[in-house]
C-alpha cells in the first residue's frame, strides 16, 4: 500500500518533469520472480527505474538511512521504506554480503523483482566497473531466477556531485532479454561459475549502455581518484608554500 502511495507521489512527477524514454519494457515478466542488474550512475536510478515500471522492484539500502533518530530520521525510514527499499548492514564486509544475499533470495522467493548493482557502488566518472561476484551470482544460481540486464542511461548527468538543483534532461532506461543460468545449478559456491556469470551480465549490461567496460572494482577506482586529489591538493599547497618563501 505504501509502496503504490509513494510510486504515484515520486514517480508520477519524475515521469511528467524528466519524461525517461524506455526500451525493452516487454522484457520485464508480468508475474514471478525476476532479477533487474543493473549499471550505477546516479543516486536517481532506483527511483527512476521502479517509475517506469508497473511492478514493485525492491533494492537494498544501507542501514543507516533507517536508523537514524530525531523526526528527520523517521521521515527518511518511512520514505525508503515506502520506495521499496530494505535495510542491510554494512558495517562489515562480509556481513553486508550475507545479508543483501538473503534479502534477496526473500524477494525473489515471494515472486517479487529484487534490483541489484553488480558494481557495488555509483560509478565514480561514468564507465562501467568490473561486477562484484558475490551477490547478484550467488542469488540467481540460489534461486533459478533470470537476471535481467539493466542499463541507465546519462541518470548521472541530472545532478553531478555538487550540484543541488537537478538538470531537467531525459535519461534513459534499455532493458535486456531475460538469461538463464540455470545450467549453473547447485553452483552458487563456485567461485569460478560466480565469476563466469557476473561478468556475462555486466558483458550485456555494456552492450545495451554503450559505456566504455573498466576491468577493476569501481570502489578501488574511487580509492584511486581520491588519492590523486589528495595529491594533488598537497603538490599545490606546497607549491604555494614555496612561492611564499
Known sequence: MLYGTMKVAIGGPLKVAFRP??????????????????????????????????????????AEYF??????GRLTAAFF????QLPVDRSGARGAGEA???SGIEVLERGELFGIYPEGTRSPDGRL?????????????????????????????IQPPGKVVPKLMRPGIRIGKPLDFSRYHGMEHDRFVLRAVTDEVMYEIMKLSGQEYVDVYAT???RQIAEAAKAAKE???????????
Open 21 to 62: 524514454w524506455v526500451e525493452g519494457l516487454e522484457n520485464i515478466p508480468a508475474e514471478g520472480a525476476a532479477i533487474l542488474a543493473s549499471n550505477h550512475l546516479s543516486f536517481s536510478d532506483s527511483f527512476f527505474l521502479p517509475a517506469v515500471l508497473d511492478r514493485k522492484v525492491t533494492f537494498i539500502a544501507k
Open 67 to 72: 536508523t537514524t533518530p530525531g523526526v528527520k
Open 81 to 84: 521504506k515506502g520506495v521499496g
Open 100 to 102: 543483501a544475499i538473503k
Open 129 to 157: 566497473y568490473r561486477g562484484k561476484p558475490g551477490g547478484l551470482a550467488r542469488v540467481a544460481l540460489a534461486t533459478g531466477a533470470p537476471v535481467i540486464p539493466v542499463a541507465m542511461i546519462d541518470t548521472e548527468k
Open 220 to 222: 578501488a577506482a574511487k
Open 235 to 245: 603538490a599545490e599547497k606546497a607549491e604555494k608554500a614555496d612561492k611564499a618563501e
